[in-house]
């Protein structure tokens, strides 16, 4: 199937399909250690981590090349604008929660910043292959900023929130991750021909 994808192409439908896996094991890692009543802690949801990190990691690699092999075509935004503009809001993301509204800082801050900018790329990229028409991209680049406007919400309130409340809250920034790459994937499905 995935053999009449361009390579590039290929390589963002990987990416996708890893980023649901990851979402999905941080996502039950979430649903058992933070659950309001009788979390399971420790190693016995911790190994869940693991195979997160593993695909997450695998996800970015496959990103990079994809984004390396198509760096002399035009995409629907610059990536160096991505690439600043996504610096740039995680300084002064950091500087605005930390210090005005005095939330500590976790890896979910870069996390929220660093989907975005890669899947904003992505979806650049994927326009400039032809694998998305200027409308599919468009969207997607709206269903992006909405995700992570959603999700740096979310990290704002999480510790002013009570316990059932915070483990929705957790819930939010994972599966809409989840379900705008695999909402990417199934839009790249017509692209096979």
């Not at 994808?5 to 094991?25: G, P, Y």
């Not at 016995?44 to 695998?58: N, R, S, V, Y």
């Not at 990290?155 to 994972?174: N, R, T």
Request: glycine share 10%.
């Amino acid at each position: 199937m995935l053999q009449h994808f361009s390579l590039e192409t290929r390589r963002f439908f990987l990416c996708n399909l890893l980023l649901v896996v990851c979402c999905s094991f941080y996502l039950l890692w979430w649903l058992l250690a933070f659950r309001p009543v009788n979390p399971i802690k420790g190693m016995k949801t911790g190994w869940l981590l693991i195979p997160a990190f593993a695909a997450g990691i695998t996800a970015v690699v496959f990103a990079a090349r994809g984004l390396g092999m198509a760096a002399d075509k035009p995409g629907l935004i610059p990536s160096g604008w991505v690439l600043r503009g996504g610096i740039a809001a995680y300084v002064l993301l950091l500087i605005v929660t930390r210090f005005s509204l005095h939330r500590p800082v976790t890896t979910e801050l870069f996390l929220i910043v660093g989907w975005a900018m890669l899947a904003l790329n992505e979806t650049s990229v994927l326009f400039g292959c032809g694998a998305f028409g200027r409308g599919t991209a468009m969207a997607f680049s709206a269903l992006i900023a909405v995700g992570a406007a959603a999700s740096l919400v979310c990290y704002v309130l999480y510790y002013q929130l009570p316990a059932k409340a915070g483990f929705i809250d957790g819930i939010v920034p994972l599966a809409t991750t989840a379900l705008i790459m695999g909402g990417m994937d199934l839009a790249l499905l017509p692209a096979l021909g």
